[in-house]
């Protein structure tokens, strides 16, 4: 290594660490005060239709931390007090590596393929839990720390002090066109002054994903960082009836664990005015991955389905307490035949460049948690089904050697894809990856 390129690192690195403060410092006296460091101002209370009651809860909030495995999240005392007054998951799982692909998964049933952490959409013919929650009239928001604006687009944000707190791919319905791109849904992605007013003014919505800022969740620090943000945030928000009531399910979780080569295990705890007493300080150990948020929510408000991997038995089980209410029959999945849910680049999907296949009409044949039929979006080809999808092809061979697309599985298989709508694809996938440069 040349002396001119040591210095120059040595550079960087003191940048970067002088920009990560490696203590947790309150924006604001509580979690119910705007601040200016959430940057935009509040957009006003949000309004909400009227509260329909669910069979076991009334409001679900989930809260998104990263990268860390189970071992070390369980060792934080932030987490064994807290898990004192809720049930623990013990067999809870990402789906996939890394960040991005999971958050989509867990508004639309599937991540796409996606194996990275790029500028991506979802066509707005791909529907998501919002839309069955809409269609059942119950309400929704999502409350982003660190977007400036509401229904913010862009791929990150920098504060005035220079780091850049808040991105994109963290943020699920965002990437949705039919949220994202539809003004009146994408008022509901709101910041955290929004959630400060919000909850001072006691209107909440009934479903909430909350995702706190780079530091905050961890991705950029570590879960120690992460337990003083919960002990400022979550912990008196606890004691607090206009966020948690009675009838009210929180979900602590990870996206994904930290370790690539083990399974995808997560720290995850159910928590909330809705655990009864008698569950306490216990642990389930029922197998659950984020599809376990969509099918749960939709058994708790007897939902549609979105046709995806909510309708996929081995990966969704209802979260138990609610199931066993409900009379839901989970499957009893043991641990020594756990799917491995630890992989990536590999799988198949209109989001991946190297095994690309065109986006697929919903499964209208399976049942999720609730007993309504699978939501159909406008402008969805019903025939394009897993059954009818040509094989996999990799556009990157295409795009690089200007030859026909190769299929990546079984030489000598014909391609089904027109040529006009792979070139389609190519020119998305060149131009996200000149977004990525
Ligand atoms: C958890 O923390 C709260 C707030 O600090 C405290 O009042 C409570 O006693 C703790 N509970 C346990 C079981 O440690
Ligand atoms: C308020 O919401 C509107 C859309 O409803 C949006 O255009 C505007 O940027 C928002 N303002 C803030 C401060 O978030
Ligand atoms: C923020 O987005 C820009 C492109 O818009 C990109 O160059 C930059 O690397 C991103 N930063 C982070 C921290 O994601
Ligand atoms: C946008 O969302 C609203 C609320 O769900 C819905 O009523 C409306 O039809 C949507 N607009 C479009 C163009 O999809
Ligand atoms: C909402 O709460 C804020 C203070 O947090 C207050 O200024 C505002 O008037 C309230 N709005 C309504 C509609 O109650
Ligand atoms: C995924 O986890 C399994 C089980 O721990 C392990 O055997 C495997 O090597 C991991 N896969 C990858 C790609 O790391
Ligand atoms: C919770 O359970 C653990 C054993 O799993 C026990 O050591 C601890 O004392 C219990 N905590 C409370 C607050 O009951
Ligand atoms: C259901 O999930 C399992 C585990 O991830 C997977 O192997 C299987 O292919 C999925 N089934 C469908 C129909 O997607
Ligand atoms: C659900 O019901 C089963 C069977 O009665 C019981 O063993 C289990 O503890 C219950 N689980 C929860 C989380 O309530
Ligand atoms: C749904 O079931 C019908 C009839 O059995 C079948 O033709 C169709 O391919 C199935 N659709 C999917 C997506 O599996
Ligand atoms: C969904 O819309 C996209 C973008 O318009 C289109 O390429 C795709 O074929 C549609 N998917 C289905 C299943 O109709
Ligand atoms: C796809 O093509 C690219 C460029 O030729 C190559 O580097 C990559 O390994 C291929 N991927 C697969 C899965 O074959």
Redesign the pocket.
């Known amino acids: 290594m040349s002396f001119k390129y040591a210095v120059a690192l040595a550079a960087v690195a003191r940048t970067a660490s002088a920009a990560i403060a490696s203590t947790f410092t309150p924006p604001a006296p509580a979690p119910t005060s705007t601040s200016s460091f959430y940057v935009g101002n509040s957009n006003g209370t949000i309004v909400n239709t009227p509260d329909v009651p669910g069979r076991v809860f009334d409001r679900f909030i989930q809260i998104w931390l990263e990268n860390t495995d189970f071992a070390q999240a369980a060792g934080q005392a932030v987490f064994k007090n807290l898990s004192s007054q809720g049930i623990t998951l013990s067999s809870y799982y990402g789906v996939t590596h890394p960040s991005e692909p999971n958050y989509i998964a867990a508004s639309g049933g599937d991540f796409w393929g996606l194996s990275e952490d790029n500028l991506v959409n979802v066509p707005a013919n791909v529907s998501t839990i919002v839309d069955l929650l809409d269609l059942a009239g119950v309400s929704w928001s999502s409350y982003q720390e660190n977007m400036p604006s509401d229904g913010y687009l862009g791929f990150n944000f920098t504060n005035p002090d220079g780091y850049t707190y808040y991105v994109r791919k963290h943020n699920p319905l965002v990437i949705y066109d039919s949220v994202g791109l539809n003004s009146t849904r994408a008022a509901r992605i709101r910041n955290f002054n929004d959630f400060a007013v919000d909850v001072d003014n006691n209107t909440l919505s009934q479903w909430i994903f909350v995702t706190p800022n780079l530091r905050n969740d961890a991705h950029d620090t570590t879960v120690e960082y992460a337990t003083e943000w919960l002990s400022y945030w979550l912990m008196p928000l606890l004691q607090d009836p206009n966020f948690n009531t009675p009838k009210t399910l929180i979900l602590l979780t990870f996206d994904e664990n930290e370790n690539y080569n083990i399974n995808n295990q997560v720290y995850s705890l159910l928590l909330g005015g809705v655990i009864p007493q008698n569950l306490w300080n216990t642990t389930d150990d029922t197998f659950y991955t984020h599809y376990s948020t969509l099918t749960t929510v939709e058994n708790n408000w007897n939902l549609g389905n979105l046709g995806r991997q909510d309708t996929n038995k081995t990966v969704s089980n209802v979260f138990a307490f609610v199931a066993n209410a409900t009379s839901y029959k989970n499957n009893d999945l043991t641990t020594n035949n756990l799917p491995l849910l630890n992989l990536t680049?590999?799988i198949p999907g209109p989001l991946n460049?190297?095994?690309y296949i065109p986006w697929l009409a919903p499964n209208t044949n399976g049942t999720g948690g609730g007993s309504g039929p699978t939501f159909v979006a406008s402008g969805v080809n019903m025939s394009m089904t897993s059954a009818n999808a040509p094989p996999?092809v990799?556009?990157?061979?295409?795009?690089?050697?200007g030859s026909s697309p190769?299929t990546?599985t079984g030489a000598g298989v014909s391609v089904g894809v027109s040529v006009q709508g792979v070139l389609g694809a190519v020119a998305v996938a060149v131009a996200a990856a000149a977004l990525l440069v």
């Open positions: 680049s590999t460049p190297e095994y996999p990799n556009l990157t061979a295409n795009s690089s050697s190769t990546t």
